[in-house]
C-alpha cells in the first residue's frame, strides 16, 4: 500500500504536505476503489478498538460473590454441619439459580444495548469508485477521501484537504476552547466538528489512531437508578427491622436453652428474609422489556435505566420545528408592493438555490413551479449564498435583455437595503406583524434591474410550517398524564404565539432575547412560561438547569451540535429523527420517526415500567414484614421458630422468584409522573402487611389447638400459609384499584396457578412438608383469603399515596 518504506507516525504527517501525505497513502483525491478498501480492510481491520472481552465463566462466577451470596453460602454450610441436608440443596438450588437468572439477564441486556449501537452506529461520506456514498464508520481505511460538515462526529484521524472547520476535541485533549483547523490540519478521532464543512483524507483508524483509541460514540450510563436508589433503600430498612426482631428473639432462645446451631438457624431466616434475593434479576428484566418496548414504538434506548427515566419527567421541552410541526415549510401568501405575484416569485427563485436543499429555498421553488415560474428563463451571472452575518442571498442574472439583482432575505435586512423604502416601510411591518400572528414566518423580496444603482423593494414571501395533524391530540395527552410541555422555537414571539395556541400548549411566551436584554433570570419566569421564543441552541441547557432548580423532572429534545449539553443535563434527553450524529451520542433517547406520538409512547412504557417495578416492591415488602412478624409472633407465644431455614428457602422459591413474573405483567400507566416516595410506600405496606399475618397466626392457633396437630405439621402448614397468602398479596398489590380492575399476565397467571397446585400437591404427599391432613389444607385455604377484606383500605390508601 505505502509507496515508501517509511512509517509515518499520524504527528509526522501533520508537518507534511496533503500531497505527500496522498502519495504516502497511496491514495488520490478521487478516493479508494471498493476493491482496494476491501484489500485495506483485511489489512488494517475495521476502523474500531475491539473492545475487551469480558470472560463468560469468570463473569458467572462473580455471581456467587458478594453480601447476598456469602448468607446463601454460609446458610448452605450451616445446614450441612447441621446435617440437614435437604435444606441445603434447596437453598444451593435458589443461589445457582439466582446467578443464572441474573447472569442470562444481564448478558441479553448488553446484547440489547450492543444491537442498538448498531442502529446508532455512525454513518460518514465517503468517496469510494468516484461517488460519494455512505458508509459506516467502522468501514473507513487509510487512504480513503470523507467529507465532514457540521454536527459530524469525526470518525477516524483525517488530514484536511480544503475546507476550514471549528472543531472541538476537549474530550480527547481537555482543552475547552474549540480549534480552527483549515487545509493541511490534522482532526483526531472523536472529535466533533462545530461549525464549517471540509474534505479530508483519512490516516490512521482504530488503535492507530494519534489517541490510541476512538471516544464511544454511543455510551451507556452505569450510574445507579432512581429505582435501584430506592429499592436499596426500602431492603436496607427492611434489614434493620429484621435485626431488630432478631435482637427480640434472640434472648428468648438463649432462655430457652437452644442450641448455638439453633440460634444460627434463627440468624439466617431471619437475614434470608430480608434481603431481595431476585432483585438483580427482576430491575434487568423489567429494563430489558421496556427498552424492546421502546423499540418496537421507533424509539431507541442507549442505556437501560432511561426507560424509568423517562417515565419520571414532568416537564417536555419540545422543538417546535419537526416535532410540534411538520418541518415541511410551504408559501401560503405572496404580497407584491407594485410587482405581480409572478414577479415577486421569480427574484425569490432566483435568489434561491435547489442543490442547497434549505427548506426555505425548496419551499419558494416548488410554489414557483406550481404556479409556473422558473429560473429558466434566465441566465445566472453570479450568486451570493446566504450567510447568517449578511441574513440575506443574491442572484445577478440576465432575464432577457435585462441584468437584475435578485435579493431575498430577512425582511428588515432588506427594506434597510431599498431606496424605496420610507413610505413602505410602516406598511410593510404591519403585513409582517399580522403574518406572524398566523403562524407564517417572512422573507422579503427586493430587485435591482438595468443599470439603476436603486433597489427596490419588490414584495414579501409568507411561509408556514404548519403543526402535525396530531400535534394538538398527543399535547392534552402529556397534559393528561401530568408532563407539562414547553415550546422551545427560535421563531419571533408572534409566530410562536400562534401555533402554541392551535396545539394547547397556552399563550404564555417569552422571548429568551428579550429576557437577556432585561437581564431577567430563566428561573423567575421559567415557572409561567409555556414556551420560549428566538432561542438558540446554547439556551436550551440554560433552560433545563432553570427546570432543575425548580425541582422538575425534564425531558429536552434536540437535533444539533449544540444540542448536546442539554440532551446530557436532562433527565431524559431525546435526539430527534433527524438528528446529528453528536446529539445522538448525548441522547438518552433516539427517536426513529418525527412527531409527539413517539415521545408519550415513551413515557407511557416509563410509567407502565415504573408500575411493575412498584407492584414488585410492594410485595417484598409485605412479604418480608409478613415473614418477620410470623417469626416474631412465634418466637413471643411459642416460644419456637414457626419458620425453619428450609421453609424460608420453600419461601424464596415460591415468592420471590416465581413472582418474578411480575416484571413482565399487564401494568397500567400512572397519570402522574412516576416517582419513588419511600415514605408513602412504606405507609401504603404497612397494613398490608398486618392483614397478611392474620392467616398464618389463626393456622398455628387452629392446628395447635383444634386439630391437635403435630408441631411439625403446624410448622408446614404456617408455610402452606404464607405461600397461599403470597398469592392473594399479588392480586391485591399488582392493582392500584380494585383487583378485579385488570388480569394478569399470562405469565404471571401461570406462575400463581403452577404455584398453588405444585405446593398443595407437596403438602398433601408429605414431600418436603410434613403431610397435612385435608381438614388442615381447607383451614389453610380458607383463611388465606382474609385479606381480601381489606381490600377496601388497600384501595383508599392507594388512592391516597399513589
Not at 397494613?687 to 392446628?703: D, E, F, G, R
Amino acid at each position: 500500500m505505502l509507496k515508501e518504506s517509511r512509517t509515518y507516525s499520524v504527528r509526522d504527517m501533520e508537518n507534511m504536505s496533503i500531497n505527500e501525505v496522498i502519495a504516502y497513502l497511496s491514495s488520490s483525491e478521487e478516493g479508494l476503489s471498493s476493491e482496494e478498501v476491501s484489500r485495506r480492510l483485511k489489512e488494517y481491520g475495521f476502523n474500531e478498538v475491539p473492545e475487551k472481552k469480558k470472560n463468560p465463566l469468570l463473569e458467572y462466577l462473580k455471581r456467587y460473590w458478594g453480601p447476598l451470596p456469602w448468607l446463601m453460602e454460609i446458610t448452605i454450610i450451616t445446614s450441612i454441619v447441621a446435617e440437614k441436608i435437604l435444606e441445603a440443596e434447596i437453598i444451593a438450588f435458589l443461589l445457582v439459580l439466582n446467578a443464572t437468572i441474573g447472569f442470562l439477564h444481564s448478558r441479553s441486556s448488553e446484547k440489547t444495548v450492543q444491537l442498538l449501537k448498531k442502529k446508532l452506529s455512525v454513518k460518514v461520506s465517503v468517496l469510494r469508485d468516484g461517488k460519494w456514498i455512505e458508509v459506516d464508520a467502522r468501514e473507513l481505511v487509510p487512504g480513503d477521501i470523507i467529507f465532514l460538515r457540521i454536527g459530524s462526529i469525526v470518525p477516524a484521524d483525517a488530514k484536511v484537504i480544503n475546507g476550514n472547520m471549528l472543531v472541538d476535541q476537549s474530550a480527547l485533549t481537555g482543552e475547552s476552547l474549540p480549534v480552527e483547523v483549515g487545509p493541511g490540519g490534522i482532526i483526531y478521532s472523536g472529535s466533533i466538528v462545530k461549525r464549517g464543512e471540509a474534505r479530508c483524507i483519512v490516516v490512521a483508524t482504530g488503535t492507530k489512531t494519534y489517541f490510541g483509541k476512538t471516544i464511544e460514540l454511543v455510551k451507556e450510563a452505569k450510574t445507579t437508578s432512581m429505582q435501584e436508589e430506592a429499592v436499596l433503600k426500602i431492603t436496607r430498612y427492611m434489614l434493620y427491622a429484621g435485626l431488630v426482631a432478631l435482637a427480640v428473639s434472640i434472648p428468648i432462645g438463649i432462655m430457652e436453652k437452644w442450641s448455638v446451631f439453633s440460634l444460627i438457624d434463627l440468624a439466617v431466616v431471619f437475614l434470608m428474609s430480608c434481603v431481595p434475593v431476585a432483585l438483580p434479576a427482576v430491575l434487568t428484566i423489567m429494563q430489558a422489556y421496556g427498552s424492546m418496548e421502546l423499540s418496537r414504538r421507533n424509539v431507541l434506548v442507549t442505556r437501560l435505566s432511561a426507560v424509568e427515566d423517562i417515565g419520571a419527567v414532568n416537564v417536555a421541552c419540545l422543538d417546535k420545528t419537526g416535532t410540534i410541526t411538520l418541518n415541511q415549510l410551504e408559501v401560503v401568501g405572496v404580497k407584491g408592493y407594485g410587482f405581480t405575484e409572478k414577479d415577486v416569485v421569480l427574484y425569490a427563485v432566483l435568489a434561491s438555490r435547489e442543490e442547497a436543499h434549505d427548506p426555505l429555498n425548496d419551499a419558494i421553488i416548488t410554489y414557483g413551479k406550481r404556479i409556473g415560474v422558473t429560473r429558466d428563463l434566465c441566465k445566472e451571472l453570479s450568486f451570493t449564498p446566504f450567510e447568517p452575518s449578511l441574513k440575506r442571498s443574491e442572484c445577478v442574472a440576465l432575464c432577457g435583455n435585462e441584468k437584475v439583482r435578485a435579493i431575498l432575505g430577512e425582511p428588515k435586512t432588506v427594506l434597510s437595503l431599498c431606496t424605496n423604502n420610507e413610505h413602505l416601510k410602516d406598511k410593510v411591518l404591519q403585513d409582517i406583524e399580522e403574518a406572524s400572528r398566523k403562524g407564517a414566518r417572512t422573507l422579503a423580496v427586493a430587485v435591482q434591474r438595468g443599470d439603476s444603482r436603486e433597489v427596490t423593494f419588490a414584495g414579501l414571501i409568507h411561509l408556514m410550517d404548519p403543526p402535525r395533524p396530531d400535534a394538538r391530540e398527543m399535547i392534552l395527552k402529556l397534559r393528561e398524564h401530568g408532563v407539562r410541555p414547553v415550546m422551545l422555537t427560535g421563531d419571533n414571539v408572534a409566530i410562536a404565539k400562534e401555533i402554541a395556541r392551535n396545539v394547547a400548549i397556552g399563550e404564555r411566551i417569552f422571548s429568551v432575547r428579550e429576557i437577556m436584554s432585561k437581564d431577567v433570570k430563566l428561573e423567575d419566569i421559567i415557572d409561567e412560561a409555556d414556551g420560549l421564543a428566538e432561542v438558540y441552541p446554547e439556551d436550551k441547557f440554560n433552560v433545563v438547569k432553570a427546570l432543575q432548580s425548580k425541582g422538575y423532572r425534564v425531558a429536552m429534545t434536540g437535533d444539533g451540535v449544540n444540542d448536546a449539553p442539554a440532551l446530557s443535563q436532562a433527565e431524559a434527553g431525546i435526539a430527534v429523527k433527524q438528528a446529528t450524529d453528536a446529539a445522538k451520542a448525548t441522547a438518552s433517547l433516539v427517536l426513529l420517526e418525527d412527531g409527539l406520538s413517539v415521545i408519550v409512547d415513551a413515557i407511557t412504557v416509563g410509567r407502565i415500567l415504573h408500575q411493575r417495578a412498584l407492584t414488585w416492591v410492594i410485595n417484598k415488602i409485605t412479604k418480608t414484614l409478613q415473614t418477620i412478624l410470623v417469626i416474631l409472633v412465634g418466637m413471643l407465644w411459642l416460644r419456637k421458630m414457626t419458620i425453619t431455614p428450609m421453609g424460608m428457602a420453600v419461601l424464596l422459591l415460591a415468592n420471590d422468584f416465581l413472582t418474578m413474573t411480575i416484571s413482565t405483567d399487564n401494568a397500567r400507566p400512572s397519570m402522574k409522573p412516576a416517582t419513588w416516595n419511600v415514605k408513602n410506600i412504606m405507609i401504603f405496606s404497612l397494613p398490608l402487611s398486618i392483614a397478611m399475618l392474620i392467616p398464618p397466626v389463626i393456622v398455628t392457633y387452629i392446628s395447635l389447638s383444634v386439630l391437635n396437630s403435630s408441631w411439625n405439621a403446624t410448622v408446614s402448614a404456617v408455610l402452606l400459609s404464607l405461600i397461599y397468602t403470597s398469592q392473594v398479596r399479588i392480586l391485591m398489590v399488582r392493582e392500584r384499584k380494585w383487583l378485579w380492575s385488570s388480569r394478569p399476565g399470562r405469565e404471571l397467571t401461570i406462575s400463581l396457578l403452577g404455584t398453588l397446585i405444585v405446593f398443595t400437591l407437596l403438602a398433601y404427599t408429605g414431600i418436603i412438608f410434613t403431610e397435612l391432613t385435608p381438614n388442615l389444607l381447607l383451614v389453610v385455604a380458607t383463611t388465606s383469603l382474609i385479606p381480601l377484606a381489606f381490600e377496601p383500605l388497600k384501595v383508599y390508601l392507594a388512592k391516597k399515596y399513589f
